[in-house]
C-alpha cells in the first residue's frame, strides 16, 4: 500500500476481538498520519451516513479480519454485491483462523488480497483458491491498551477520538518506525523508554499462571457435526485421535490425506467444500490440548486463573488450584490479567508456521509467555530467552518448564524482560501500522 493518499476503513462492532484488532490499528494508522474511516457496525445508520458522504471512495482500502464486511451482512449491501465492489474499494482480508472455515468466502471473492498469519494458511490458500488476486503470509503481533476504544463512526480526527489515547505509552518505539516514524507526529512517537507505562515487577504480580482463552465444551463442539450419520462421525473422531497421538500434524494437510484415502474416487475441487465442513476436527483437537495442558498444570499442585468462559466444566483432579472467572471478558480485561501475571500459557491452535497473537500480548504485558512452539514462533524469539517452551508431545514438559522458572526468578525476570523488549520492537500494532503504510502488507514471506 505504497500509495500514501490511500483512505484505510476499519470495522468496529462485530467480534469483540476482531474489533480490538481493528481499534488497535486504527489508532496506530492514524496516530501515523493516515486518513482513517471507522464503519462501526453497533451503528448502522451512523456508519451508511458517514460513508454516503464519503468523498472519492476508490481512494479507500478496506483492511477487515476474517472477511467482515464480505459475509452478506445488510449494512455492506448483502445481496449479489456489496459496497467495496460497487464503489471500487479495494480490500485486504487479514485470516486469523484456518482458511477451511472461509471456504465460502475464498470461493466467492478472487479480486481480493488475503494475508493469513499462518505460512500453511498461506500455502493452502494458494493451492485451492489460486485465483485470489494475491496471498501473503503476515504474523499476528500482540495487544496492549488502551483507555478507550469508543469511536465514532467516520474520519477519524481528534474530536471522535476526545479520550482515546494512551497517557504515557503512546507510540514509544522509534525503531519500529522506519520513514513513517516522520508523519508530522514526531513529538508523540518518538518517545523515549523511559516515558513508557510502568508494568508490575513480578513479586507485585498476584497471579503465578494465567490462561486468557475460554474451553470450548464437548457440547459446543458436536453443534458442527449435527445431523451426520456414526459413519462420518467415527471417521472424523478417528482423525482427532490421529492429531492428538502426533501433534505436529498440520491440520489442513491431514484433513485432505483422509479425504484421499476414505473418498479417491471424489474430484479434486471438492475437496476444499469438504474441509469447510469438518471443522469438529480442529475444535476438538484444540479443546484437547487446551483442558489437558491446564488439568497437568493444577493436577500438579500450580494454581491456574483461567480467564474465560466455561472452566467450571474442566474435569480434573484438584479443582481448588483451577480459578475462572466462567464469564467471556474483553481484550482489554484480558490484557490486565496478563499484566497481573507472571506466567502466560498458550496453547497453540494449529498455528504450525505461524503464531498466536496471546504469545506476543503476554510478552508486551512483562509476563513470561509460556507456550508450545512453531517454525515462525522459533525464527523471530528465542526460547528461554524471550519465551518458555514446552512441547504438546511430552505432558511433563510443562511442568518441568514451570518448575524450572518457578525455582530460578532470575530467569524468570529475564525472560520476562527480554521478551517484552523484543516484543516492543517488532510484535506490536504500532510496527503492524508502519508496515501498512510502508507496503509490507504487500512484502512479506510468499509461500
Same mark, same amino acid.
Not at 100 to 116: E, G, P, T
Not at 123 to 146: A, D, M, S
Not at 174 to 182: E, N, Q, R
Not at 358 to 381: H, K, N, Q, W
Given at each position: 500500500?505504497n500509495?500514501?493518499?490511500?483512505r484505510i476503513?476499519?470495522i468496529?462492532?462485530?467480534t469483540?476481538?476482531?474489533s480490538?484488532f481493528s481499534?488497535?490499528?486504527?489508532?496506530?494508522?492514524?496516530?501515523?498520519?493516515?486518513?482513517?474511516?471507522?464503519?462501526?457496525?453497533?451503528? /448502522?445508520?451512523?456508519?451508511?451516513?458517514?460513508?454516503?458522504t464519503?468523498?472519492?471512495?476508490?481512494r479507500?482500502?478496506?483492511v477487515?479480519?476474517?472477511?467482515?464486511?464480505?459475509?452478506?451482512?445488510g449494512q @455492506?449491501?448483502?445481496?449479489?454485491?456489496?459496497?467495496?465492489?460497487?464503489?471500487?474499494?479495494?480490500?485486504?482480508?487479514?485470516?486469523?483462523?484456518?482458511p477451511?472455515y472461509?471456504?465460502?468466502?475464498?470461493? +466467492?471473492?478472487?479480486?481480493?488480497?488475503?494475508?493469513?498469519i499462518?505460512?500453511n494458511h498461506?500455502?493452502y490458500? +494458494?493451492?485451492?483458491?489460486?485465483?485470489i488476486k494475491?496471498?501473503?503470509?503476515?504474523?499476528?503481533c500482540?495487544?496492549e491498551?488502551?483507555?478507550?476504544l469508543?469511536?465514532?463512526?467516520g474520519?477519524?480526527?481528534d474530536d471522535?477520538?476526545p479520550?482515546?489515547?494512551?497517557?504515557?505509552?503512546?507510540?514509544?518505539d522509534?525503531?519500529?518506525?522506519?520513514?513513517h516514524?516522520?508523519?508530522?507526529?514526531?513529538?508523540?512517537?518518538?518517545r523515549?523508554?523511559?516515558?513508557?507505562r510502568?508494568?508490575?515487577?513480578l513479586?507485585?504480580?498476584p497471579i503465578?499462571?494465567?490462561?486468557?482463552?475460554?474451553?470450548?465444551?464437548?457440547?459446543?463442539?458436536?453443534?458442527?457435526i449435527e445431523?451426520?450419520?456414526?459413519?462420518?462421525?467415527?471417521f472424523?473422531?478417528?482423525?482427532c485421535?490421529?492429531?492428538?497421538a502426533?501433534?505436529?500434524?498440520?491440520?489442513?494437510d491431514t484433513?485432505?490425506?483422509?479425504?484421499i484415502?476414505?473418498?479417491?474416487d471424489e474430484?479434486?475441487?471438492?475437496?476444499?467444500?469438504?474441509?469447510?465442513?469438518?471443522?469438529?476436527?480442529?475444535?476438538?483437537?484444540?479443546s484437547?490440548?487446551?483442558?489437558?495442558a491446564v488439568r497437568?498444570?493444577?493436577?500438579?499442585?500450580?494454581?491456574?486463573y483461567?480467564?474465560?468462559?466455561?472452566w467450571? +466444566?474442566?474435569?480434573?483432579a484438584?479443582?481448588?488450584?483451577?480459578?475462572?472467572?466462567?464469564?467471556?471478558?474483553?481484550?482489554a480485561?484480558?490484557i490486565?490479567a496478563?499484566?497481573?501475571?507472571k506466567?502466560?500459557?498458550?496453547?497453540?491452535?494449529?498455528? +504450525?508456521?505461524?503464531?498466536?497473537?496471546r504469545v506476543?500480548?503476554s510478552?508486551?504485558?512483562?509476563?513470561?509467555?509460556?507456550?508450545?512452539?512453531?517454525?515462525?514462533?522459533?525464527?523471530v524469539?528465542k526460547?528461554?530467552?524471550?519465551?518458555? /517452551? @514446552?512441547t504438546?508431545n511430552?505432558?511433563?514438559?510443562?511442568?518441568q518448564?514451570?518448575?524450572k522458572?518457578?525455582s530460578?526468578r532470575?530467569?524468570?525476570?529475564?525472560?520476562?524482560?527480554t521478551g517484552?523488549?523484543?516484543?516492543?520492537r517488532?510484535f506490536?500494532?504500532?510496527a503492524?501500522?508502519?508496515?501498512?503504510?510502508?507496503?509490507?502488507i504487500?512484502?512479506?514471506?510468499k509461500?
Amino acid at each position: 500500500m505504497n500509495d500514501n493518499d490511500k483512505r484505510i476503513i476499519l470495522i468496529t462492532g462485530n467480534t469483540e476481538t476482531l474489533s480490538y484488532f481493528s481499534k488497535e490499528l486504527a489508532f496506530y494508522l492514524y496516530r501515523l498520519g493516515r486518513e482513517i474511516f471507522i464503519w462501526d457496525m453497533t451503528k /448502522p445508520s451512523a456508519s451508511i451516513d458517514a460513508f454516503a458522504t464519503l468523498p472519492d471512495k476508490d481512494r479507500s482500502v478496506l483492511v477487515t479480519f476474517n472477511f467482515i464486511g464480505l459475509n452478506g451482512e445488510g449494512q @455492506f449491501g448483502g445481496g449479489l454485491s456489496n459496497i467495496w465492489e460497487e464503489y471500487g474499494i479495494e480490500v485486504i482480508s487479514i485470516m486469523v483462523d484456518s482458511p477451511i472455515y472461509y471456504y465460502r468466502q475464498l470461493d +466467492k471473492y478472487r479480486d481480493i488480497s488475503v494475508a493469513c498469519i499462518d505460512r500453511n494458511h498461506a500455502r493452502y490458500v +494458494k493451492k485451492w483458491h489460486p485465483y485470489i488476486k494475491n496471498v501473503y503470509f503476515w504474523p499476528l503481533c500482540g495487544n496492549e491498551p488502551i483507555l478507550d476504544l469508543w469511536m465514532k463512526p467516520g474520519i477519524m480526527n481528534d474530536d471522535t477520538i476526545p479520550i482515546m489515547c494512551r497517557k504515557t505509552e503512546l507510540l514509544t518505539d522509534a525503531d519500529s518506525l522506519g520513514d513513517h516514524g516522520k508523519c508530522g507526529q514526531e513529538n508523540d512517537i518518538n518517545r523515549s523508554q523511559e516515558n513508557e507505562r510502568p508494568v508490575l515487577s513480578l513479586d507485585e504480580r498476584p497471579i503465578d499462571i494465567v490462561f486468557a482463552a475460554n474451553l470450548v465444551t464437548q457440547e459446543g463442539i458436536n453443534k458442527s457435526i449435527e445431523g451426520a450419520d456414526s459413519e462420518y462421525r467415527e471417521f472424523l473422531h478417528d482423525i482427532c485421535e490421529q492429531m492428538i497421538a502426533h501433534p505436529n500434524l498440520v491440520l489442513e494437510d491431514t484433513l485432505y490425506s483422509r479425504l484421499i484415502e476414505e473418498f479417491p474416487d471424489e474430484p479434486e475441487d471438492s475437496y476444499p467444500e469438504a474441509m469447510f465442513h469438518m471443522v469438529y476436527v480442529d475444535l476438538y483437537v484444540r479443546s484437547y490440548f487446551r483442558a489437558k495442558a491446564v488439568r497437568t498444570l493444577v493436577d500438579a499442585g500450580y494454581k491456574v486463573y483461567c480467564v474465560g468462559q466455561d472452566w467450571d +466444566k474442566l474435569e480434573c483432579a484438584h479443582p481448588e488450584n483451577l480459578i475462572h472467572t466462567d464469564v467471556m471478558l474483553t481484550s482489554a480485561d484480558c490484557i490486565r490479567a496478563l499484566e497481573n501475571s507472571k506466567i502466560s500459557l498458550n496453547v497453540m491452535p494449529h498455528f +504450525k508456521a505461524g503464531a498466536h497473537d496471546r504469545v506476543f500480548s503476554s510478552m508486551l504485558a512483562g509476563c513470561a509467555a509460556l507456550t508450545d512452539p512453531s517454525e515462525y514462533l522459533d525464527e523471530v524469539i528465542k526460547p528461554w530467552e524471550d519465551y518458555v /517452551p @514446552f512441547t504438546l508431545n511430552e505432558p511433563e514438559s510443562i511442568i518441568q518448564s514451570v518448575c524450572k522458572l518457578r525455582s530460578d526468578r532470575s530467569l524468570m525476570s529475564h525472560i520476562s524482560e527480554t521478551g517484552r523488549k523484543k516484543a516492543k520492537r517488532s510484535f506490536t500494532w504500532l510496527a503492524t501500522a508502519n508496515s501498512i503504510l510502508s507496503g509490507g502488507i504487500y512484502e512479506k514471506e510468499k509461500t
